[in-house]
């Protein structure tokens, strides 16, 4: 038991001492400064943002997306960090920054995870939820872990994704095969680390137990739901081929009709074609 438990704080060190993700230093160095400053202001992360070309056009293509619901009408950093706000601007800049070390990390990784934040965020709306777009940037977050542990550990990532397929099992139980967590508790950690709010670090933690889940049980519930709507429908690569069971805690919690699931795969359908759409001209 000892043993153990100095493994998970030994991983923990490791991952809390990470200050950027290495595949794109620059950017994210910086970066991890303003997510690390509780402080920070909405006019310093509109500064910041403005003096980087290639964060500020991610960060406008994404606003534009379907997932902010504002196609076409954001044309300044300024407007979308005035409309968003400041827990989900620190959100979009750090996912719209490890969407494409997603895609380098894992294939197909990327489009799963703006799969969720599509579907987070439809379903966020349907249930009347007063923040919609921060459990969309919870959906893209969601599995932030699976990249840190890619990069970190890639010898031994890739002995847990070749688990995961031999042995027909999620990516998740065959991390902990290998690793003394798996990516939620890791990107749980970082995302603590660098301030997030406790909400988001919940949903983090768990989104594959959502039933453990107090701060934000239903928010929570519904990026789980949202993961396993995404991973039913094959819409990118989460690390393995496994549907697993939707929580049925969660289920009753957010009392989704069969005719309220129809139109949530619907609108899901057409949204992340569309968002999906702005990622594949890069």
């Not at 993700?21 to 509109?46: F, W």
């Not at 969720?116 to 969309?136: L, N, Q, R, T």
């Not at 798996?182 to 709010?197: D, Q």
């Not at 396993?228 to 393995?240: H, Y």
């Amino acid at each position: 038991m000892k043993a153990c438990m100095m493994e998970v704080k030994l991983l923990r060190d490791k991952i809390e001492h990470i200050h950027t993700l290495p595949t794109i230093p620059g950017v994210l160095k910086r970066l991890s400064g303003i997510i690390d400053n509780p402080g920070v202001s909405l006019n310093e992360i509109s500064h910041f943002v403005s003096n980087d070309p290639a964060l500020a056009s991610k960060v406008l293509k994404m606003v534009n997306s379907a997932i902010y619901g504002f196609p076409g009408r954001i044309s300044s950093i300024s407007h979308a960090v005035m409309l968003l706000g400041l827990n989900v601007v620190k959100g979009l800049l750090l996912g719209v920054s490890v969407l494409e070390v997603m895609q380098q990390a894992m294939l197909g990784l990327r489009e799963h995870s703006i799969g969720c934040a599509v579907a987070a965020k439809v379903i966020a709306e349907k249930k009347g939820i007063k923040e919609p777009d921060e459990i969309s940037v919870a959906g893209l977050l969601h599995d932030i872990g699976k990249v840190i542990l890619i990069l970190e550990f890639p010898r031994e990532y890739q002995k847990a994704l070749g688990d995961a397929a031999e042995k027909g099992i999620s990516i998740a139980e065959a991390e902990v095969l290998t690793f003394p967590e798996s990516h939620a508790r890791v990107g749980s950690w970082l995302a603590e680390k660098w301030h997030f709010p406790k909400s988001l670090v919940e949903i983090i933690e768990n989104h594959h137990k959502p039933e453990n889940s107090r701060i934000v049980p239903v928010e929570t519930a519904i990026v789980h739901v949202s993961d396993v709507l995404i991973r039913a429908r094959g819409i990118g690569f989460p690390g393995d081929s496994f549907v697993y069971p939707v929580s049925q805690s969660a289920f009753e919690k957010l009392a989704l009709s069969e005719s309220d699931l129809r139109e949530i795969l619907k609108i899901i359908e057409h949204s992340i074609e569309s968002t999906q759409e702005i990622y594949s001209e890069e």
